[in-house]
């Protein structure tokens, strides 16, 4: 087993996880720009982010599922969209001081990017995955249940997410489940653009744009809300 560094030891105990697989934590703490060679192929946190979000959304509908059982599906719901939000993951990661342990290209460390709000969601959920992998869902849940229920009352007076309130807005009036398409792609591997069209029936199309699939589908939500006065152009 590696030995660990003084500066994952931190970490750790700013997760609550020791690793025993040092080889993840290193995974989940790597952006792609920082692989030289074939960075699709190389060992970054892109595919633990995707893993993560999934481990990350069922802790804390669980979570949120026992702590408040009076509550509708609908306000749990809001409960869950605010905790697994973008927004919120940035927090946690921010007081896990994750930035600093970033790895990242040399161009991208100058332009800041280890502190880019999206970036530091994407490592929370990567740094989940992780621990889930390393030690199993009840290591995930203690670290997520550490960093997150402090959060659940403040959950639902944070701001509905464009999407969630774009459903519900479709919903309550009879239409179908809006649907979220990619349109186009486009920028290098270590940071590209997506393009996002959401289809509401009876409607024009509305598009969005973002540095992943998750932030170009709320911008195109938000950008159908504006569109149609359903919410105030945000300052």
């Not at 105990?13 to 074939?38: M, N, P, Q, V």
């Not at 393009?195 to 009876?202: A, H, N, Q, S, Y």
């Not at 589908?217 to 504006?226: G, H, M, R, S």
């Amino acid at each position: 087993m590696a030995r660990a560094k003084s500066s994952d030891i931190v970490l750790e105990t700013a997760l609550g996880h020791r690793f025993k697989d040092r080889s993840l934590l290193e995974r989940a703490l790597t952006h792609i720009s920082a692989l030289s060679g074939t960075p699709s192929d190389g060992p970054h946190y892109q595919r633990l982010e995707f893993l993560g979000d999934r481990v990350l959304g069922l802790i804390v509908a669980d979570m949120l599922y026992r702590s408040f059982p009076d509550e509708s599906e609908g306000d749990l719901s809001r409960r869950l969209g605010a905790l697994v939000r973008r927004e919120t993951c940035a927090a946690v990661a921010r007081e896990w001081e994750v930035a600093s342990h970033l790895r990242v290209g040399m161009a991208e460390k100058r332009s800041g990017l280890r502190n880019r709000e999206a970036i530091l969601a994407d490592v929370c959920e990567a740094l989940i995955a992780a621990v889930w992998m390393d030690g199993g869902i009840e290591a995930a849940r203690l670290v997520v249940e550490k960093a997150f229920a402090p959060r659940m009352d403040a959950a639902p007076h944070a701001v509905r997410d464009a999407k969630s309130l774009l459903q519900e807005w479709a919903l309550g009036r009879g239409l179908k489940t809006p649907v979220y398409e990619a349109v186009e792609r486009s920028g290098p591997d270590h940071k590209p653009i997506f393009r996002i069209e959401v289809v509401v029936d009876g409607f024009a199309a509305a598009c969005g744009e973002g540095p992943s699939k998750r932030v170009a589908e709320q911008a195109a939500a938000d950008v159908f809300l504006q569109r149609e006065g359903i919410r105030e152009q945000r300052s």
